[in-house]
């Protein structure tokens, strides 16, 4: 199968690298967002998101011809949707509105012998579902609906990314990727696809197993993390330092705990285990519970933070409290499910202190946080009365310690 054009779906912080890194190795690449900003940007050879050493190579392939952002499909060998998957609620239903906005908006173009691949981060099932949409929208293809479907018009497989922000050009090319077909030959033909970059192995299985491989990534994740959290807040309780207890245990030859931090953000592990949750609630017990403890932290910062402002006493003024970092992992520009965005907004209602915000890799606060002013590093340090870090930017890493950090 010869790939030479191929269609991403969402121009965010996987999409656009996704898209950029084949056009990068000479595929012909044509994404998809709803953004008009985003288009714009980068049919400028510019981008609209903060990756280090992205914006070079899409100046190079815009330039080159072999990327170009539109908001309307066109027809390819390939589609990739890599679109949101957030929650519908409370009870945390995963909305999958956005993988279904893109199969409308590419289906009309679809051809005998494609490939779509979904790799939004989906619970199990979602790329079934996907193919359920397709199969609706076009009567004329035949799509696979079980691994035993061998004369199919069009192949659909499922896969994940698994990159770390601030190094994904490097992990889009160097990382495994696991692969999971509704048949088996759908996946050898999303493989074929995905060989035009990755460097890394491309791993067969099924599409359900590979969705769940996802989410149980992130979930592992999660639940050591939360470990680490709920240490901190013991440590608190027991008035004993959680680095040094820490550094301590984990020198140990098997232990290797994590760092705590204010919470757990980001698209991926603050979000995939409760797709583990919503589908078996019974079951995900351990998966649950660590859930819950890092949701919980950033209610115990907050906590914290308002114990030091009554220290304070009275100022003759509302006190000054600065809070350094909002993205939910240090140096990079991402809000999306950033704890200290949380930690950030219920400060905020306290009418009864001045908020200073520091994140250097914003120009604007986020329509979410309505109060607080963002300033410089320079400007809060010396006006702040009290100084709670949240994030372990690097603009943040040589200041002197007099200030709550929750992060090591």
């Known amino acids: ?37 985003a288009i714009e940007t980068i049919n400028q050879g510019k981008i609209h998101i903060v990756e280090p050493g992205l914006e070079e190579i899409v100046k190079k392939v815009v330039e080159s011809g072999h990327l170009k952002a539109s908001l309307i499909a066109e027809p390819a060998d390939a589609f990739l949707i890599a679109v949101p998957t957030p929650f519908k609620g409370e009870d945390y239903t995963p909305d999958l509105s956005y993988i279904e906005a893109a199969v409308k908006t590419i289906a009309p173009v679809l051809e005998k012998g494609n490939v779509v691949i979904l790799e939004s981060t989906s619970p199990v099932g979602a790329t079934e579902q996907m193919v359920e949409w397709l199969s609706t929208l076009r009567t004329d293809l035949t799509f696979p609906r079980t691994e035993h479907d061998t004369d199919c018009d069009v192949y659909v497989a499922y896969c994940p990314e698994r990159v770390l922000p601030g190094q994904v050009i490097r992990e889009l090319v160097e990382n495994d990727r696991t692969i999971g077909g509704i048949t088996p030959e ?51 309780r027991l008035d004993i330092n959680v680095w040094e207890l820490i550094e301590l245990a984990n020198r140990h030859p098997r232990v290797n705990i994590l760092s705590p931090g204010a919470g757990v953000g980001g698209h991926c592990i603050a979000v995939d285990p409760w797709f583990i949750v919503n589908k078996t609630p019974d079951l995900a017990q351990m998966v649950g519970t660590a859930r819950r403890v890092n949701d919980n932290k950033p209610k115990w910062v907050v906590e914290k933070i308002e114990q030091e402002i009554e220290k304070l006493g009275d100022l003759g003024r509302k006190p000054k409290v600065a809070l350094f970092g909002l993205a939910f992992k240090p140096n990079i520009d991402d809000l999306r499910e950033s704890p200290a965005v949380e930690i950030a907004q219920n400060m905020g209602k306290n009418s009864n202190i001045d908020l200073l915000l520091v994140e250097p890799n914003i120009q604007v606060l986020p329509n979410k946080i309505t109060q607080g002013t963002l300033c410089s590093l320079e400007h809060a340090s010396k006006e702040a009365d009290v100084i709670a870090v949240l994030v372990k930017h690097k603009e943040f890493i040589q200041l002197k310690n007099n200030f709550m950090s929750f992060v090591g």
Do not use: C, W
């Not at 299985?205 to 994740?221: C, D, G, I, S, V």
């Open 1 to 37: 199968m010869s790939i030479n054009k191929i269609s991403v779906s969402g121009l965010g912080y996987i999409g656009l690298p996704t898209a950029t890194m084949f056009a990068h190795y000479g595929a012909h690449v044509i994404g998809l967002d709803v953004n008009q900003h």
């Open 186 to 236: 759908s996946a050898k033909k999303a493989a074929e696809v995905y060989a035009i970059f990755v460097k890394g192995e491309l791993v067969i299985t099924n599409a359900r197993t590979a969705e769940m491989t996802k989410l149980t990534e992130n979930a592992f994740r999660d639940v050591n993390i939360a470990f680490a959290n709920e240490l901190s807040l013991i440590g608190d």
